[in-house]
């Protein structure tokens, strides 16, 4: 991967609407991506699947390598 980063797109089913605690087994992880538009567009492709589910959510996050 490129010393700029990478995306990734992370979420899954919530237990309630204060988004903070996921249901055990339904952990997403999609990616790497080397562009944010990649990422957004695999964002999106994934949300429409399951845009019934309130509780479902994807966030959009950018991954830095650590170090020198």
């Known amino acids: 991967m490129s ?6 797109v992370w979420g899954g089913v919530f237990k309630n609407t204060d988004f903070e605690e996921l ?4 952990e997403e992880l999609h990616g790497p991506f080397h562009s ?3 990422a957004n567009q695999a964002w ?3 949300m429409r699947r399951k845009v019934d589910i309130a ?3 994807l ?4 991954a830095q390598p ?3």
């Open 55 to 57: 509780t479902h959510r």
């Open 23 to 26: 249901e055990p087994g339904t």
């Open 36 to 38: 944010e538009a990649a």
């Open 66 to 68: 650590v170090g020198g």
């Open 3 to 8: 010393k700029r980063g990478f995306w990734v």
């Open 44 to 46: 999106q492709d994934e």
């Open 59 to 62: 966030f959009v996050m950018r």
